[in-house]
């Protein structure tokens, strides 16, 4: 249904004629070529999330509670998204509003004594970041890149490389601003006293928890405009010093910083050092990326990646030099590790710590990873986390598969069967073939650590129909490789369920039928009494999980 000028003049009064538009090209523009999650399966995969009916671009809270009441009014949905870089941020219905929050892009405040920092949406980690630095403060970073937005990571999941030392996206949400899907505006948390921002509870149960739990409302219950995040110690130089060209940057930090790429005789060893890792309560970053671009390559790439006049096309005959190949080997089972000492005996004592654990386990520093100028590339791209366009390096698109969350014990008895798995796949030519383990995920992915995923990465061609169609072959037949060998669920499928193929909504008798199948129904059951008390005029989509059953 297109808005009809009456309906569209109310939305214009609201955001100036600038910040709305239904022009078919701009709204075609802000359609995502769906996929499994939110990477780009390219021109051969010809489905898109539906066509908003209109783009509003809002500049402040009470323009978004405005609108919202416009929409409950005329019966519209509503999607809002911050950056947009993951599909679940656009429409899955018709007649839905969408909400780019780009114009809401200000640091609010940053209160260096109580560690919190209040930002709006289109406030991404590099931006604070930058800016918590000049106060000896540093904000969480989700794994998605310092593109992304750390507000939206509070609508949607939230583990990144430095989650063992600042948490998950949900331990750091204090006070906020959401504006309901009746568009009532609530201050949550001691805000909502008139008492600032510091603490988001509160007398009675916890609203925050209605916005974020676990996964997250995904932008399926109203908008957050402002929260205030915690921030934590950043006992480095006020601007990150950035040297180099593209793509080969790097960062020299004072001496108490250190960074290595960790590698462990066997797969227990690997697992026995991040718990000792954990225990010992050191490291500020600890992350197994690297090894995304795949066990049999990464060595490769990254001597392409930290000098600046090689080119992808040397690839084939760097995996010839020895030094790679021994870099290659000692870089089987390992991991990122970034220290940051608070004081001098601070890091001396990591550092200590850090010795005694791989003597324990059996482990070494990667020595390639020490060479002066792979060290500092890798201690920038850890500490900004701004590479994540590498994700794509290979053939423009890739997506995360497998997945295995929880303990690292889990994984470990897992992981060669998974990769010999992939490895068969590979021979299939539809994908990159990187050797079959190309898992990287958080070490920790909570405050303190505890969880290990391994997201394995498949890189294909979103230029080649062939390449496309064979990697969604692969994901089909590893998540029923994950099935049969109870595994868990396959990665790239877990926003399947609230989209079907065409692009649109599951039904709600499929998704009855899914959370049915659940090992706790009841937990969807009680989500739709949330959203009858606070979506009653049904503005948010599918996104927001319940049953009706
Ligand atoms: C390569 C890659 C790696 C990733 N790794 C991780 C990872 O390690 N950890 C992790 O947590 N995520 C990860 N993600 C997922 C990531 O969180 C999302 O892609 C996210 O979309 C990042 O973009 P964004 O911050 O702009 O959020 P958007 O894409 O703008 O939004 C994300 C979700 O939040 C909702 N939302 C956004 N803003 C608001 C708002 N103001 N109010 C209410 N709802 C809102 C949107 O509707 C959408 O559902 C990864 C994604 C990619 C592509």
New binding site residues.
Partial sequence: MALTKKIYQLFEDIVGPENISNDPVVLASYQNPINR???HMGPFYDVFTPQAVAVLLPACTEEVSNIIKVCNKYGLKL????????G??YPCEDDTIQLD?RRMNKIIQIDDKNCFAVIE?YVIAAVLQAELMKYGLNTHN????AQ??P???C??????PDSVFMGF?NENLLGGEWVLPNGEIVRFGTLGSGSGWHYGEGPGPSVRAVLKGLL?????M????KVALKVYPWPGPAVLPVKGTIPAYYTELPDNFKYYTLGFPTWQAFADAQHKIWDAQIGYILHRQFNKMGCDLKAGVIRILTESDRHLNDLEELLEDPEVKRHTEEARHDFEIVLAGMTPRDIEWQEKALEEILAETGGWKVKAMQDPMRNAWGMLYLIRWGH?NL?YLYSGSYE?TAGMSGSPDFGIQHIDKVKAFKQEWDKKGMMVADGGDSSMG?VGVIGGGGGFGWEVHACFDSHSKESVEGTLEFFDAMAKFMKENRLGPEKSKHMEPMRQSDGRATPQEARNKMFGATPFPIVYKYQKKVKDAFDPYDLGDV?YKYSTD
Avoid: R
């Fill in positions: 999650a939110s990477n999607k809002a998204f911050s950056t947009g870089w993951s679940m941020g929050l949406p989700i794994g998605a890149g992304a937005s507000l939206a990571s609508a949607y999941l939230g583990p990144g996206s997250g409302s995904m932008g399926a109203g908008v957050i405009t994540k994700n995360g958080s996104f």
